[in-house]
C-alpha cells in the first residue's frame, strides 16, 4: 500500500517562492533574469490544493510534476510556456508534457511554479540534483516530466572547487552554507 505524505526536504533553508499559476503568468512579475531552481507542480482546480501523484514508491502529496533549473530564470519559464502551447522550444519537459498529452492528466490551467532565486547556474544545478535525489529516494521514482536526474559530475566538481566536501556524512549533496539570493527588481 502506498504512503500518502509531503516529503520533508533537508533543503528546505532554500525558500521557494510560490506557488503561482503558471498559465496565467502570476511569476513574471517575480522572477527575474538570474539562475533559478524551480518546481513545477499540478493542482486540483476544484480543491486549489496540490494534487497528489501516485509513485512507486508512495504517494507525492505535492503533486510535482518536474524539477529544473536556469541560468535565466525568466527566459526558461517562458520556453516553458511555449513549449507547452505546442511551439517549438529548447525546453525538454514542456516539450514533453504537449507531446505526450501530459495535459489531459494535468490541464494547464491547475500547473503551478514554484522557484528560489540563486547566486550562480552552479547553485542551481546543485540544488536541481539535491531535489532530484532527494525525491528518488523518498518516491522511488522521478517525477513525470523529468528525463535526467540532473548534472551529478560537474555539481560535486563545483562544490569541490569552492573548497566544500560535495556529500555529508549520510551521503546526501551538502548544500548548508549556501544560501538563496534577492531577486533582482523586475525590469
Do not use: C
Not at 533559478?36 to 480543491?47: C, K, S
Not at 510535482?64 to 536556469?70: P, T, V, W
Not at 513549449?83 to 504537449?98: E, F, M, N, T, V
Not at 494535468?106 to 532565486?117: A, N, Q, T, W
Amino acid at each position: 500500500m502506498n504512503e500518502y505524505h509531503a516529503m520533508r526536504s533537508r533543503y528546505r533553508h532554500f525558500r521557494f517562492e510560490g506557488p503561482y499559476n503558471f498559465l496565467r503568468g502570476e511569476w513574471r512579475d517575480v522572477v527575474d533574469d538570474g539562475a533559478i531552481t524551480y518546481r513545477m507542480t499540478a493542482w486540483d482546480g476544484e480543491t486549489g490544493k496540490p494534487r497528489a501523484i501516485i509513485r512507486a514508491g508512495s504517494t507525492d502529496a505535492k503533486g510535482i510534476l518536474d524539477i529544473g533549473e536556469s541560468k535565466n530564470g525568466r527566459r526558461r519559464l517562458e520556453e516553458f510556456v511555449a513549449a507547452i502551447d505546442g511551439k517549438p522550444r529548447s525546453h525538454r519537459a514542456g516539450w514533453d508534457y504537449y507531446n505526450y498529452g501530459f495535459s489531459k492528466a494535468f490541464p494547464p490551467k491547475d500547473l503551478r511554479i514554484e522557484f528560489v532565486h540563486l547566486e550562480s547556474k552552479e547553485l542551481a544545478q546543485a540544488l536541481e540534483r539535491a531535489l532530484l535525489e532527494e525525491y528518488r529516494w523518498h518516491y522511488k521514482d522521478r517525477p513525470p516530466l523529468n528525463a535526467s536526474l540532473g548534472h551529478w559530475r560537474p555539481v560535486e566538481a563545483w562544490l569541490e572547487s569552492k573548497g566544500h566536501k560535495p556529500r555529508d556524512e549520510q551521503g546526501w549533496l551538502d548544500l548548508s552554507r549556501f544560501r538563496a539570493r534577492l531577486r533582482s527588481p523586475a525590469t
